[in-house]
């Protein structure tokens, strides 16, 4: 985050990910996958952002059995679910466990490993509505992927919101830190997670460590981002190659800004697993099967 060392030129749009299929997490999450670590040249560019799940604004109807998906294991990262709208309950192994609901964020910690189960607020459930949300997973360094589990739930007062000069829009920060305000989410690595609202012609412009994977990804509205178009649900990721990034908007837009220190080690995935070999994938399967990550019914 510091503006003196980085280069004056824009940062170079890599790519932008337009993902229009979508696939079901459970029955509760119809999501875009608009991030995999399987693309290793994205996984490069991106780190330490693994995945990225987009559940778009969907419309539920009411039922008295709350959709979602049931209990299962994850180690060696952590998985940060932001509700846009709607209403996420939470549960795992350590106990931990919540609702969040629209302006909140659940920062789960596998670490060694955890058991958790994600669904639909039953409240929530009962009348239905409009279901807007987003879960990005984020990779832990290998000393830091046998930590002990946790779960942090981030409220929307917890983080609160910046006002932008000019009355330009607000910046709700997650993680990390914007123009001196600190999010409230621990993380291993250096991270920047920023909730932007833009009013209607306004823009700003951010500078981040040079060698940072900086993402942003639409969830609503219009933006024009280094000079090209993307709208809710497309992701734009950008090279480490420093450098500003201007993002303004016509009509008014509502963007996660992702910004990284990147983890340079070797990602060897499986299911709800990432590790750093094969052996370690192996070993997480031989874990779970002993009953090693808890018992969550
Ligand atoms: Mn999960």
Redesign the pocket.
């Known amino acids: 985050m510091s503006a003196a060392a980085a280069p004056t030129t824009q940062r170079t749009i890599h790519r932008i990910i337009r993902q229009s299929g979508h696939h079901w997490?459970g029955d509760g999450f119809r999501v875009k996958g608009l991030l995999s670590y399987d693309d290793r040249e994205l996984a490069r560019l991106t780190s330490p952002f693994l995945l990225l799940d987009y559940n778009a604004p969907y419309e539920f109807g009411p039922t008295d059995q709350p959709r979602g998906?049931g209990a299962?294991p994850?180690r060696g990262f952590e998985?940060v679910t932001f509700a846009f709208d709607g209403a996420i309950a939470h549960h795992d192994s350590t106990g931990g466990g919540g609702v969040i609901r629209a302006g909140d964020v659940q920062w789960?910690t596998a670490g060694r490993g955890i058991l958790?189960?994600?669904y639909h607020d039953a409240e929530w459930a009962q009348q239905g509505g409009t279901f807007h949300m987003a879960?990005l997973w984020v990779n832990l360094p290998a000393a830091a992927k046998m930590t002990a589990p946790g779960y942090q739930p981030l409220t929307a007062e917890q983080i609160g919101s910046v006002e932008l000069p000019c009355g330009a829009g607000t910046v709700r920060v997650v993680a990390g830190e914007f123009d001196g305000h600190r999010g409230p989410a621990r993380t291993q690595t250096p991270i920047n997670l920023w909730d932007v609202r833009l009013h209607p012609g306004a823009s700003m412009t951010s500078a981040f460590a040079p060698s940072d994977s900086v993402a942003v990804l639409v969830i609503a509205g219009t933006a024009t981002i280094n000079g090209q178009d993307a709208v809710d649900g497309e992701l734009v990721v950008f090279e480490r190659d420093g450098g500003p990034i201007t993002i303004a908007t016509d009509a008014g837009t509502r963007f996660l800004v992702l910004d990284g220190e990147p983890i340079d080690e070797p990602i060897v995935g499986y299911g709800?697993f990432v590790m750093n070999t094969p052996a370690e994938i192996r070993q997480a399967f031989a874990d779970f099967e002993r009953g090693d990550f808890g018992r969550l019914d």
């Open positions: 997490v998906v299962h994850h998985t789960m958790h189960k994600e879960q709800p």
